[in-house]
Nanobody, 114 residues
Framework: QVQLVESGGGLVQAGGSLRLSCAAS??????MGWYRQAPGKQRELVGM???????IYADSVKGRFTISRDNAKNTVYLQVNSLKPEDTAVYYC??????????WGQGTQVTVSS
């Protein structure tokens, strides 16, 4: 059974930082990453990272957010720096297996106060 368990969200002032973690279990994941959904908006891609370490980011977070992963621990991280109020959202972990099955975490709230 595949499980994705996120942690690390919270309330932070603008300009602050957080580190989100997502521990995955139950399969081997070729692709892992993060999406976010703000109130009243569609879920959007934040960034993705392959098992080889190649990463892509949404333009809105480039230079501020960094994705990394520990393959031995099946864990993906999202370091979020220079946070802005518009980064406020529920952040969801995403993982795709080598046979292209996709899974989602339960989400972790990030709230940035101005």
């Amino acid at each position: 059974q595949v499980q994705l368990v996120e942690s690390g969200g919270g309330l932070v002032q603008a300009g602050g930082s957080l580190r989100l973690s997502c521990a995955a279990s139950g399969s081997i994941f070729s692709l892992m990453g993060w999406y976010r959904q703000a109130p009243g908006k569609q879920r959007e891609l934040v960034g993705m990272i392959t098992s080889e370490g190649g990463a892509i980011y949404a333009d809105s977070v480039k230079g501020r957010f960094t994705i990394s992963r520990d393959n031995a621990k099946n864990t993906v991280y999202l370091q979020v720096n220079s946070l802005k109020p518009e980064d406020t959202a529920v952040y969801y972990c995403y993982a795709r297996t080598t046979v292209l099955n996709s899974y989602w975490g339960q989400g972790t709230q990030v709230t940035v106060s101005s």
